[in-house]
Nanobody
């Protein structure tokens, strides 16, 4: 059973930064894509950023230009660096791993941005 463990969330003031980490229980290159999603209260879960095996990255318009997704295969970890945070970034952030047949989720980490 694949396990994804997120950390790095917490309270932060508007304009601040956070680095979220996702530690996988197996080689992250076993997955086609690693990604971060987020879900705010009352909203649907949305894709924030993704990185595929080739290193190609994608970002949602809401975080593009102020966030970076990166990984370290030796540590089986994917990070999401988020800068210039605003209250609109408040959400539970979930790590996601996908291969051709399955999708895996972490338990989520809460990010709360205060104005």
């Amino acid at each position: 059973q694949v396990q994804l463990v997120e950390s790095g969330g917490g309270p932060v003031q508007s304009g601040g930064s956070l680095r979220l980490s996702c530690a996988a229980s197996e080689n992250i290159f076993n997955f086609n894509t690693m990604a971060w999603y987020r879900q705010a209260p009352g909203d649907e879960r949305e894709l924030v950023a993704s990185i595929n095996n080739g290193g190609f990255t994608k970002y949602s318009d809401s975080v593009k230009g102020r966030s970076i997704i990166f990984r370290d295969g030796a540590e089986n970890t994917v990070w999401l660096q988020m800068n210039s945070l605003s209250p609109d970034d408040t959400a539970v952030y979930y790590c996601n791993a996908q291969n051709l047949s399955r999708m895996y989720w972490g338990q989520g980490t809460q990010v709360t941005v205060s104005s």
